[in-house]
């Protein structure tokens, strides 16, 4: 079984501020590990993934993430938010080991930035 | 087409009807997902086709849904006897294959309201 866990529901972040947005997952092999952003009354857009390799990921729109293997995290940052980052995120997971095609996603997180 | 197409972007329907959304995924890719996102929620996976190998419809909530795909085209998702709980975005994506580190590009979804 897989799950991704997102603990807040809405992050708030002033413009200029760096951000981080919270994602723990739980696979029974090996995960690969996506982010993706949901802009209103759009579909999802992919932004970042990690597959293997360094820990730290670097995607669109100056989004990056690190994977922990230890703390089984795989938080979003950005150094710098804009107003225009202000969107719903979602972390998904999928287990490496098994080749499954099946992702599990979190709940998602509201990203609100204020100017 | 540039990107993954869904029909009709807005569906309303009386409590025991049946619905039929449509999925237009990228030319080219073989695997193709539907996900139920209901307000306020995360997606929440329904079934997965990979080229012509069985389908995995393991999230499939019901027997009154049911899904198909010819080929590796077009995808029908089908629900009948719809209940008021069926009301939720429903979302198609669709990768190059079925492997877990593809990137999954999605549609705007298809809104469905049973009334």
């Known amino acids: 079984a897989q799950s991704v866990a997102q603990p807040e529901d809405q992050v708030n972040v002033a413009e200029g501020n760096p951000l981080t947005v919270k994602c723990t997952y739980s696979v029974s092999g090996n995960p690969y590990l996506f982010w993706y952003v949901q802009y209103p009354n759009r579909g999802l857009q992919f932004l970042l993934k990690y597959i293997t390799g360094d820990n730290l990921v670097k995607g669109s729109y100056g989004f990056e993430a690190e994977f922990n293997k230890s703390q089984t995290s795989f938080h979003l940052k950005k150094p710098s938010a804009l107003v225009s980052d202000s969107a719903l995120y979602f972390c998904?997971?999928?287990?490496?080991?098994?080749?499954?095609?099946?992702?599990?996603f979190g709940d998602g997180t509201t990203l609100t930035v204020k100017p | 087409g540039a990107g993954v197409s869904q029909s009709p972007s807005n569906k309303v329907t009386e409590k025991g009807k049946d619905v039929e959304l449509r999925c237009d995924p990228i030319?080219?890719?073989?695997?193709l997902y539907w996900y139920r996102q209901r307000l306020g929620q995360g997606l929440e996976f329904l079934i997965y086709f990979q080229g012509n190998s069985a389908p995995d419809k393991s999230g499939l909530p019901s027997d009154r849904f049911s899904a198909e795909r010819t080929g590796e085209s077009v995808s029908t998702l089908t629900i009948q006897r719809t209940q008021q709980e069926d009301s939720a975005v429903y979302l198609c994506a669709s990768s190059l294959s079925w492997l877990a580190g593809d990137i999954q590009y999605f549609g705007a979804g298809t809104r469905l309201s049973v009334l």
């Open positions: 030319s080219g890719h073989t695997a």
């Open positions: 998904a997971v999928r287990d490496r080991d098994t080749n499954a095609g099946k992702s599990t």
